[in-house]
């Protein structure tokens, strides 16, 4: 038996918050991570983990789940989340500052801000998540957002194709077929640095 299974079964029957914080200390880090890849903030961060976990604890013992379902379930509440924080911290200010940089640079794909954005906080990215290909980070800026999500669910976070397939709500050869196409990309970016 996984231990999140045991943690589930075990604060389902006792409701002990003893059992909470296991599952709570198991999945920090990675949700944490999960959070700071996006924001590239410690804070926000911060935030938006704390309110995730207090959706799952208000949550959880009207659920019933094994390691596998409760993964899933744990990343579509931090997927959500994060969709609500972008919506609601939209700004007539950064508004305006997209619009003044796509027209300055002639550059009418909003994309490339955040792939600049990416590129810039490299050095974050390596020191916070370990990444220490510089080649590869760069060559991330070539994917869009969803194989970006993609790369690192697999990749970052480990995770397999059916759960990613039911985080994004996208089948399974869906999933294959973005992954097969952003690793040829990253592939010819990196030959071609």
Request: aromatic share 16%; charged share 30%; with cysteine.
């Amino acid at each position: 038996m996984d231990d999140i299974d045991k943690y589930l079964i075990n604060y389902k029957k006792s409701s002990d918050k003893i059992w909470f914080e296991k599952i709570y200390y198991h999945y920090l880090l990675k949700i944490y991570n999960f959070f700071y890849f996006k924001t590239m903030d410690e804070q926000i961060s911060e935030d938006l983990t704390s309110e995730v976990f207090l959706k799952v604890y208000k949550n959880l013992q009207d659920k019933e789940f094994n390691s596998k379902s409760f993964n899933t379930w744990i990343y579509k509440i931090a997927s959500n989340q994060l969709i609500d924080y972008f919506r609601k911290t939209k700004t007539d200010r950064e508004r305006t500052f997209l619009t003044d940089w796509q027209e300055q640079d002639n550059i009418r794909d909003s994309s490339l801000l955040e792939n600049d954005f990416f590129i810039k906080n490299s050095m974050l990215m390596k020191k916070e998540l370990s990444f220490e290909n510089h080649k590869l980070v760069e060559a991330m800026c070539k994917l869009t957002t969803l194989q970006k999500n993609i790369v690192i669910l697999i990749f970052v976070m480990d995770f397999d194709y059916k759960t990613i397939a039911n985080i994004l709500g996208k089948s399974l050869s869906t999933i294959r077929g973005i992954l097969f196409r952003a690793i040829n990309i990253l592939k010819s970016e990196i030959k071609n640095v």
